[in-house]
């Protein structure tokens, strides 16, 4: 067995927090992937990845990887995973 460390990349992400400003952020995280790779139900975004529909409730971020996809991460996985970089 190897171990391996995660390479350091920088993100963007959005905190879904329900309301309509955070969704315009996440509209602006998906800009030029037509079609939009989400759909808006109230609490919960379904979030179509590589890997295939996913939700991401209030609280979890959508997260722009780096190969352009986004996709949902719960908050507690988030916090440990990522640190804030400058603007």
Known sequence: MAKFR?????IE???????????AEIVLLAEGMEPRPFVDRGNQLVIETPEGEM???????????VAGEIYPCRS???EETYEKVGE
């Open 6 to 10: 995660k390479r350091p990349v920088v």
């Open 13 to 23: 992400a959005v905190r879904w927090d329900g309301s309509n400003d955070s969704l």
């Open 55 to 65: 939700r991401a409730s209030v609280g979890c971020w959508v997260i722009r990887g």
């Open 76 to 78: 507690d996985i988030f």
